[in-house]
């Protein structure tokens, strides 16, 4: 079946250090992968997407590019803020069933300190 | 302003009775999803929906119940059935697209006392 495997959290960082999230996955065919960001209390809000093999998602000064070979949509950024804390969320949407039927990964909590 | 807006923000329900949470979107989309995240989990599907007066069961829909009788408005039921109802909800709608994202309410807090 479909899965999401994302590293453990909590990441503590202090300001402007580089950040990496680990996020692997399990599909058949090509799905769209998606990087979505949480702040307390609130709902999700999409951070950057790619929807085939090799593309680059960006936006905010984060990235993510799609690797199908090693399965893997690692999300990135070189300076974070104080204000990146919050909890984010690596999700697919499979290739095949019509639906946009996301599956997440359990999340992770990034603390930047300053 | 385009958007999802779920409603209550916080709900409080005693044990045995069932309440209904809102979810209302104009962003014409014809999908419609509820999803429940539990402290430190992944959100899990409950329902969704491609189209009016359709609905499918996702992976945790036991003690749920929804209806889509207008494309705006997905309501979802928690009826006493369920037996861990405490949890964060979230309504989210999107084209039926895999390749476009979905967007997401700010959620229902849901608190048995």
């Known amino acids: 079946g479909n899965s999401v495997t994302q590293m453990e959290g909590p990441v503590t960082l202090s300001e402007e250090a580089f950040l990496t999230i680990n996020c692997t996955y399990t599909?058949?065919?090509?799905?769209?992968l998606f990087w979505y960001v949480q702040y307390p209390g609130e709902g999700l809000q999409l951070l950057l997407k790619?929807?085939?093999?090799?593309d680059k998602g960006s936006n905010k000064g984060f990235e993510a590019t799609y690797r199908k070979e090693t399965t893997s949509f690692h999300l990135e950024k070189g300076s974070v803020q104080v204000s990146d804390s919050a909890v984010y969320f690596c999700?697919?949407?499979?290739?095949?069933?019509?639906?946009?039927?996301?599956?997440f990964g359990a999340g992770t909590r990034l603390a930047v300190h300053p | 302003d385009g958007g999802i807006t779920q409603s209550p923000k916080y709900l409080f329900r005693k044990e045995g009775q069932n309440v209904t949470l809102s979810c209302e979107q104009n962003?014409?989309?014809?999908?419609m999803y509820w999803y429940r995240q539990d402290p430190g989990q992944g959100l899990r599907l409950i329902y969704y929906?491609?189209?009016?007066?359709?609905?499918q069961k996702g992976d945790i829909a036991e003690g749920y119940s929804v209806s889509r009788e207008k494309k705006e408005s997905f309501p979802l039921t928690v009826t006493s059935a369920q037996k861990n109802p405490t949890a964060f909800y979230l309504c989210?709608?999107?084209?039926?697209?895999?390749?476009?994202?979905?967007?997401f309410g700010q959620g229902t807090r849901l608190t048995v006392v």
């Open positions: 999700a697919l949407s499979p290739s095949s069933g019509g639906y946009n039927k996301l599956i």
């Open positions: 790619a929807t085939k093999a090799d």
């Open positions: 962003l014409n989309h014809d999908a």
């Open positions: 599909a058949t065919g090509y799905p769209s």
């Open positions: 929906s491609q189209i009016v007066n359709d609905f």
């Open positions: 989210a709608s999107s084209p039926v697209d895999r390749n476009t994202e979905a967007f």
